[in-house]
């Protein structure tokens, strides 16, 4: 079965610095990987996703990913931070095991950004 | 805006009650997917629906039911309501049976948040 981790629940960094969130994965495919954002009273919002493409992924708003299948990890970053960046982030794994494409999300990250 | 919607948005019920919350997906998409997302749990995936019939079960109680009608709206219907099923239920949507497998994307729509005294 597939599975994620979340590493950090809490995240704070200043407004113009780097974010890094992390993120393990557990899988027996190859999986499809995706980060989503959910801002406060809002829904849920791509911001990337792998699909055994490129292992550096390009979201939007800036952010980035990297997969390393050596590492299980598929950690989210930004080179600067900005104000409007707070929120929870979610990193998803799709399932494979019993399922057509359902997605399991981990706990969250939340991401306050100090002015 | 993700193309996806839900009806109602907020919903403040009594245990013990019934009700039935909708989603329409984006234009052009068939398969629609519920979460639940509760401070207890996170977000799980519940059930999915596409082009009209059930495809895939995750952590539904038997209490919830849902269905996708023709025009490929879904309801999800949960019933004897807890305290414990306050929670905000997505939708979501995307174009093919097997969503990321197929690299599709699942869109989410805003939520319904039901709270249940």
């Known amino acids: 079965a597939q599975s994620v981790t979340q590493l950090d629940s809490h995240v704070s960094v200043s407004e113009g610095t780097p974010v890094l969130l992390r993120c393990n994965y557990s899988s027996s495919y190859s999986p499809s990987l995706f980060w989503y954002v959910q801002h406060p009273n809002k829904g849920l919002q791509l911001l990337l996703k792998?699909?055994?493409?490129?292992?550096l992924v390009k979201g939007i708003n800036g952010f980035e990913a990297e997969f390393k299948k050596s590492e299980t990890s598929f950690h989210l970053t930004k080179p600067s931070a900005h104000m409007s960046d707070a929120a929870e982030y979610f990193c998803v794994v799709s399932d494979y095991g019993g399922s057509q494409g359902n997605l399991i999300f981990g706990k969250g990250t939340k991401l306050s950004v100090k002015p | 805006d993700s193309g996806v919607t839900q009806t109602p948005k907020h919903l403040i019920t009594a245990t013990g009650q019934r009700v039935t919350l909708r989603c329409s997906p984006r234009s052009g998409d068939l398969s629609v997917y519920w979460y639940q997302q509760s401070l207890d749990q996170g977000l799980q995936f519940l059930i999915q629906y596409y082009n009209g019939e059930e495809r895939a079960k995750g952590n539904i109680l038997e209490r919830f039911s849902a269905q996708q009608f023709p025009d490929l709206h879904s309801e999800l219907n949960l019933s004897s309501l807890e305290l414990g099923d306050s929670a905000l239920y997505f939708c979501a949507s995307s174009v093919g049976e097997r969503g990321p497998l197929s690299t599709d994307t699942q869109y989410f729509g805003p939520g319904t948040r039901l709270t249940v005294l």
């Open positions: 792998y699909t055994s493409a490129a292992t």
